[in-house]
């Protein structure tokens, strides 16, 4: 099959036959809380939370398997019933036949149209869906035109079924709960108001309205309404084969007030004659409120077709102006593909990490690791009110180096664990250095090291091992000291908790626990004996690029100490023989988290930033020379690679065992981002990633080897089948942070390989089933799944940026470090790239009139709106230095040139 065709610049795609392809899904929100997925068919679901579902509840195979979906039905006199969705038991089965139905989707950011034409009905259908940007209802504008050489008689119906309640009542007394409606007709249409929400720990009264109203363009209201399923679909019918459109029933009148079932959203309305090429159009309008009055208002609002279009204008506005980012190559549809890329990071803020169609689990929210990774796309994007998410989230963090796991649903909102003992993921605290890394980088905002936050406090303590007796839930969730103060540190402070505790808890092999998991949440049952070297080198990259903010801080501000809370001092013990003795560290972090289990002293001491730089460093350096030492696994033919890995029987994991060679991804990430690996190590782990993870046919590099076994002391990802989900598919997020990591370290053609792989098996339509976009990853056949909501999008989008272009901050200055192969420049040799930098518009453009590949060019000369500049050549790269730029105007889009010529690049 042909797959989609982009049809501008803004992403805007159109696919035929979209209804062949099982699984598709694509999203639409707002931004006052409703949220849907729709299909080729208008299958999926619409609701604003876990309690709050408009329509039914679906996971991906209810989108194939579902009849109750959204749907528009014409009765076309003397011939039949049509489905302007294809939803009906006749357009079904003419599938994959000549007479099946014609048919498309268009779509954009968060807009979707599907057009429909019949042969045997001569009827053209097109049904246009979005929801305002500040609105709660989901609107669909139907035209349906007459494309017969006669006059045609029709009868419009619009149905949707409205599910109304909760998403645990799928399973959950999902009879029982239909007895709470309380269903009404107007003279608009439908409400269901369903008297409690359902819980048997706690009814609550209800105040929401689940509604379908609608008009005719030209502001007919409907005749009659089918108001209730059983009646709708009738005795032995289906939403596919519905008695009331077959046998043209007559519905109930405005008025109507039926109690106890399942409510239709069923709008009936006259019937329209249409001449030939002559169309009509009904507006439809799907909702929640808790205001019945915002019902009557959408009759003022959206009276007309030309006023819903006008709203769409408007939405499709919004969200093109939260991407201003816009990418130029040689390859046009990876310039689009980016724009989508772009897009995603937008969708998990509004969608979380649930609530949409493969990503049926959790309750709606962001986890930890997406509050700091999210941000990353932001500072790119919409930096403006990153400082203060940064200082609000690091209010999760707890004084035992641990975070909070339950997010609230406000900014810096965290809630009580009230489990006896959490779930600790040894990555968390790798996260937030790595994002704010990256904000004084961009903004050159040394300062938000000594901006003092709060820190988390409940019940468990000791990273997660033991409960604070003493803490119930009237002490309140702030850390407090022992004078009953609430206890705030410096980011600086937050950090080093962060990263110090994960130092000093080791497992057997002097190496950071695994603890519940890492970043693979499928690592999960090597609790006791596991061990992350992976992260262990992610913490070591860490701690040196803390030492490195604080020489920038103390060369800035001219401060020689830093104020750090008194107990802190017992892990900044700077000894080799303690950093190789297990036992040592062990003592040194149980004295610490001694001295904190309940309230802190809340005493600070100054610390000389000179002695805590070389105290970091020396840390740093020792756990990166361990891994050295230690890790660095080889085949039979002395490959080699890192072991990342112990398993709970305190055994390595990877190299070359009985069973065959067992190599993981991660490992080889960290090692190369944090610098632990050598160059030439680099190249022994790319010349064995190729060998053993690499497959082209799924989209690049596998999370790891096929192990062969289901590993119970290691985690559940081996029960897993093979090339699934952790169990060694290609799973985007890892395989952009490689690419990333090879990049950072000069290895421009290996890291382009690993992004390029992942960007042609996205758009590979064929294989990847999947529209515009990066999926979470890629299974044993190919194919894309759980699509839209991924971390990997805010890394490839950041990745693209700051290496493959080479553009990134550097505590405020403007770097440009160009990565680009000459295959992506375009055919006036030319590659360009448009974003916000310090507040400014830029658009930055590389010229390579020599043709020269990476390692063969140097920046020559650059120019900032069309005068020469004398940049600071650093090797490689130029620097704008922040001043400089201060000195420009913030009103105009400043237009950099850089010409690149032979020059080569040493690695």
């Not at 929401?208 to 502001?219: D, I, P, Q, R």
């Not at 709060?454 to 000291?481: H, M, N, V």
């Not at 004078?483 to 705030?488: A, L, T």
Request: charge should be negative.
């Amino acid at each position: 099959m042909k797959g989609y065709q982009f049809e501008d610049t803004q992403g805007t795609f159109h696919l035929k036959k979209a209804e062949n392809i099982s699984y598709l899904y694509f999203p639409i929100a707002g931004e006052a809380g409703l949220k849907s997925s729709l299909t080729p068919n208008l299958g999926g679901d619409a609701k604003i939370d876990q309690n709050t579902f408009l329509l039914e509840p679906v996971s991906a195979e209810n989108l194939v398997n579902n009849r109750n979906s959204r749907n528009f039905w014409c009765n076309v006199k003397g011939i039949g019933s049509w489905s302007l969705t294809g939803n009906a038991a006749e357009a079904l089965s003419k599938k994959f036949t000549e007479m099946q139905d014609d048919s498309e989707v268009t779509a954009g950011f968060m807009w979707q149209k599907t057009t429909r034409e019949s042969k045997k009905y001569q009827l053209r259908g097109e049904i246009l869906s979005f929801i305002p940007v500040e609105k709660n209802v989901e609107v669909m504008l139907v035209t349906i035109t007459n494309t017969g050489r006669m006059a045609q008689t029709v009868t419009p119906t619009a149905a949707i079924p409205l599910y109304g309640r909760s998403a645990d009542n799928i399973r959950d007394h999902r009879h029982v709960t239909s007895l709470l409606h309380r269903i009404e007709t107007t003279d608009i249409g439908v409400l269901v108001t369903p008297t409690l929400s359902f819980d048997e720990r706690g009814h609550q009264v209800n105040h929401m309205t689940y509604y379908c109203v609608g008009w005719s363009g030209n502001g007919e209201k409907p005749v009659d309404f089918y108001p209730t399923a059983e009646d709708f679909v009738g005795e032995g019918g289906n939403f596919e084969r519905p008695y009331a459109i077959v046998k043209k029933a007559e519905g109930v009148k405005a008025g109507t007030r039926i109690e106890g079932l399942e409510a239709v959203g069923g709008l009936h309305f006259s019937e329209v004659t249409l001449e030939p090429e002559e169309e009509c159009s009904y507006l439809i309008f799907t909702g929640i409120t808790e205001d019945i009055q915002e019902i009557r208002n959408l009759s003022k609002t959206y009276t007309t077709r030309e006023m819903v279009l006008e709203e769409l204008e408007k939405t499709k506005a919004y969200w093109q102006e939260k991407v201003n980012v816009a990418y130029h190559t040689g390859d046009s549809d990876f310039n689009q593909f980016m724009h989508w890329v772009s897009f995603q990071p937008i969708l998990r803020r509004i969608y979380g990490c649930s609530f949409l169609p493969h990503h049926d689990y959790g309750k709606g929210g962001r986890g930890w690791r997406d509050l700091w990774q999210d941000c990353l796309a932001l500072l790119i994007m919409n930096p403006d009110g990153v400082r203060q998410m940064l200082l609000d989230n690091f209010a999760g963090v707890r004084v035992d180096g641990s975070n909070a796991t339950i997010i609230g649903s406000k900014q810096g909102e965290f809630v009580a664990d009230r489990n006896n003992i959490t779930r600790v993921w040894m990555d968390h605290g790798v996260w937030p250095m790595i994002t704010t890394k990256f904000y004084i980088d961009q903004t050159g905002d040394l300062e938000l090291l000594e901006k003092e936050a709060a820190y988390f406090k409940d019940k468990q303590i000791a990273r997660g091992t033991r409960t604070d007796t003493l803490w119930d839930e009237s002490y309140g969730c702030w850390q407090k000291t022992k004078r009953g103060v609430r206890e705030e540190g410096t980011i600086l402070e937050h950090l080093l908790l962060q990263n110090l505790t994960a130092f000093y808890e080791v497992g057997e092999h002097n190496n950071i626990r695994l603890r519940g998991a890492d970043w693979n949440d499928a690592l999960d049952m090597a609790s006791e004996k596991g061990e992350s070297v992976a992260f262990s080198n992610a913490y070591a990259g860490n701690l040196a690029d803390i030492a490195e903010l604080l020489e920038a801080y103390r060369k800035k501000t001219g401060k020689e100490t830093v104020s750090i809370l008194a107990e802190i001092v017992i892990l900044l013990e700077d000894n080799p023989a303690l950093y190789d003795s297990v036992e040592k560290k062990l003592h040194v972090l149980e004295e610490y988290l001694h001295t904190c289990e309940h309230d802190t002293s809340g005493e600070k001491v100054e610390i000389s930033i000179e002695k805590l730089t070389e105290n970091l460093r020396h840390k740093s350096e020792w756990l990166m020379e361990h891994i050295r030492k230690n890790e660095w696994v080889k085949d039979s033919e002395e490959n080699g690679w890192f072991n990342g890995y112990y398993d709970n029987h305190g055994r390595q994991v990877e190299g070359d065992t009985k069973t065959g060679v067992r190599m993981m991804l991660t490992g080889q990430v960290f090692s190369i981002m944090a610098g632990t690996a050598t160059d030439e190590q680099i190249r022994q782990i790319t010349k064995s990633a190729d060998r053993y993870l690499y497959d082209e046919k799924v989209g690049g590099y596998r999370l790891n080897t096929d192990f062969g076994e289901v590993k119970t002391d290691l985690g559940r990802m081996f029960g897993f089948s093979y090339g699934d989900k952790e169990n060694g598919a290609v799973f985007s997020h890892m395989a952009v942070m490689y690419a990333n990591a090879l990049y950072k370290r000069g290895f421009a053609k290996e890291g382009y390989k690993s992004l390029h792989a992942l960007y042609r098996q996205s758009a590979n339509f064929e294989v990847s089933r999947i529209y515009p976009g990066i999926p979470e990853y890629f299974n044993g056949r190919g194919r894309g799944m759980y699509h839209y909501l991924t971390g990997a999008a805010s890394w490839y989008m950041l990745t693209v940026i700051t290496e493959m272009f080479g553009v990134r901050g550097q505590v405020g200055d403007m770097i440009l470090e160009p990565k680009l192969l000459k295959e992506q420049f375009d055919e006036e040799k030319k590659a360009s790239l448009t974003l916000q930098f310090a507040d400014k518009n830029w658009k930055i453009t590389y010229l390579n009139r020599e043709e020269k590949d990476y390692g063969e060019y140097q920046i020559a000369d650059v120019t900032v709106d069309g005068e020469k500049i004398n940049f600071v050549p650093k090797q490689h790269e130029a620097i704008l230095p922040k001043n400089m730029i201060e000195k420009l105007s913030g009103n105009e889009t400043h237009q950099i040139e850089v010409v690149l010529a032979q020059g080569n690049i040493t690695l």
